[in-house]
């Protein structure tokens, strides 16, 4: 606890004995403030107090008081009462109120009064709050062009130096918002020859390529940078003339060599970006002066350099050309990590009749529904001429009728969630397919002869391979929507995030299968120790999944069970159990984290609920000008990635040891070839397999009834 709360109403200043910037990484997420720039609450971090309230009914102020502050709910609700109207309003954590009365200099036009006992704020007084927007206006900068504000910046209140959470320009001004045409020039005028993706301090150019699909079509980015490229001063005597159209040109190359190693494979088969650089190569070796950027580069890119892919992979290497220029073709990049996944990769698709027949085509992964139907229609026989329709379908039978236009649908299927085709007439009878209700068996005999040490070596390699899979910009695109850009594919985040799914209900379900109480108490031991070893290897995403695969309402219930666990073991569960507390915006969890050295696998949907937060936050488009300031917050966000995998040259398992025979694919090694017999020789092969092949019952319901059979 930040502070002691003893009788009456205390307060204090918000960060006794912590530093400003830990509250302020946590009013990035708080609700209230979602609206304010970074500049602002940065301010507000600094005046914030604290103010606790013990007992419910307590009145925090009346209506018709004089506004003084402006409160944030951090834990704890309260109910708004008005004069005639009674009870109007709840306010819940991350709700706020007060401001109206700031604003406006008005009287309080409601009462507050708190709802629970033992209820937190943060408080702003009415003197701060008003000098804040006050110097932050100040502070802004608005150009315009034809009398429209084409760019908002804002001065770096901190001074820039040092300080990477603020320093966002190469300027003493920060990008707020402005048109993407407009963006992109101020970044060309004031960012350095020597910039790169990964600087800690100015990241307006990792901003702008991290998010740039977000607000302006590739193709838009090209013509922009091959204006640019091409075009020559108006202004300056001759020699001013050649130097500013060097420097610039300069500048674009190495933003577009930046642009190249932070995407990678992505760029291939992108045919605005294969004609932008095949111009900037042409239009760069017709001018000596760009010939000893081309060696200085090309030096560079054959340095080692980590995660510059944005998956964890090394640096594309350049081929030599005749030219001398530094800056190669997509086609040239190094393959990324073995099991990513492009947009362009072609994946059998697995698709089942209302018979339960299936039919498989090897299709891109960002195959539209509309593709998938014309492949298959030659191989619907009679029904070919009929109208079809794609269908998703879980294992409780509910079905979602896919549009035309959604792509990448194959690989974004749920666990137990299978594409069904069928005609109109066939949708009300569609059913699961048998193979999606899960397993009737567990496979206790089979992980009695695994201890759960080597479980969680076998899960976090795998975990590993999947995690550093996912491209930095999957992130962004999974929020914002994959119809913004085809030439992205989320398939290798949806993997992770299915995998996470898999797990939690995998333990459930192997707890809820197994008949006998003894051995259900040292299967549950075992998941317990395995959640531990999870983090004990960092690999918080699979932990998170192991333990509320435990603490499934079907496993809690299972009192008998629990009772028999020694109390060695149930002491560990609750020390496991505080990592699981969401209060403060899962605190306890983000504090350890920020202790922990990389590798790291976080905990992935805790990262896109930060994402989905900002992207529902913040608009996009105020007032026909790009929110720039959520641009960053979004590239702030999928960074994390880079951070945990910050090694340049990671080892094949980055968090243990082992040698690499390791199959990715999972055709390789059926776990029907595994005998009993070689897994007591805790065959790494054999428990690879099995790990891939996990059987999970998702169906809560039906997770409930076993649980009833074993403890009713």
Known sequence: M???????????????????????????????????????????AAVLMFEGHQRAGTVLFSQGDKGTSWFIIWKGSVNVVTHGKGLVATLHEGDDFGQLALVNDAPRAATILLREDNCHFLRVDKRDFNRILKDVEANTVRLKEHGK????????????????????????????AGTPEKILEHLLEFMRLDATVHDPVDTLLGDFLLTYTVFMPTSQLCRALLHHF??????????????????????????????????????????STTALLQNLADLASRDPQLGGLG????????????????????????????????????????????????????????????????????????????DVLRALEPRLGRDRDREHVLVKVNSAGERALLPPDAVGVFTALGLNERLFVATRDELGNLTPHPEQLGPQAGSSDTLDLISSKELASHITDYDWNLFKSIHQV???????????????????????????????????????????????ARLLRKFIKLAAHLKEQKNLN?????????????????????????????KLHSALERMLDPSWNHRVYRLAVAKLSPPIIPFVPLLLKDMTFIHEGNRTLAENLINFEKMHMMAKTVRVLQRCRGHAHAPLSPLRSRSPHRPEDAKAVRISTCSEQSLSARSPVCTWAYLQHLRAIDSQKELLRLSRDLEP
């Open 542 to 570: 699979s932990f998170f999944a192991v333990m509320f695969g435990v603490s499934n309402t079907a496993v809690t219930r299972l009192a008998k069970t629990w009772e028999m666990l020694p109390h060695k073991i149930r």
């Open 295 to 370: 060696q200085e580069q090309g030096q560079e890119r054959r340095r080692p350099r980590g995660l510059e892919n944005g998956d964890g992979s090394a640096s594309p290497q350049a081929k030599a050309r005749s030219s001398g220029i530094w800056l190669g073709t997509p086609e040239e990049a190094t393959p990324d990590s073995p099991c990513a996944l492009r947009a362009q990769d072609k994946v059998p698709y697995e698709i089942f009749r209302a018979d339960h027949s299936c039919l498989v085509s090897v299709l891109p992964v960002n195959a539209s529904v509309r």
């Open 149 to 176: 504000v084409v760019l908002v910046l804002q001065r770096d209140l901190q001074g820039g130096g040092g300080h990477a959470a603020s320093a966002r320009s190469s300027s003493r001004y920060l990008v707020m």
């Open 2 to 44: 930040f502070w002691t709360l003893l009788g009456p109403p205390q307060a204090c200043p918000a960060h006794p004995g912590r530093a400003g910037a830990d509250l302020l990484e946590e009013l990035l997420h708080i609700k209230a403030v979602a609206h304010l720039s970074n500049s602002v609450k940065r301010e507000l």
């Open 474 to 520: 999957e992130m962004i695109h999974y929020i914002v929507g994959p119809q913004r850009s085809h030439e992205v594919a989320t398939a290798n985040l949806a993997r992770v995030l299915r995998r996470f799914n898999e797990l939690q209900f995998w333990v459930a379900t192997e707890l809820c299968l197994c008949p006998e109480l003894g051995r259900r």
């Open 230 to 271: 091409r075009a020559e001063p108006l202004e300056g005597s001759e020699r001013d003339k050649v130097a500013y159209s060097l420097r610039k040109r300069r500048k674009i190359l190495r933003l577009v060599s930046q642009w190249v190693l932070l995407y990678g494979r992505l760029l291939q088969g992108d045919r």
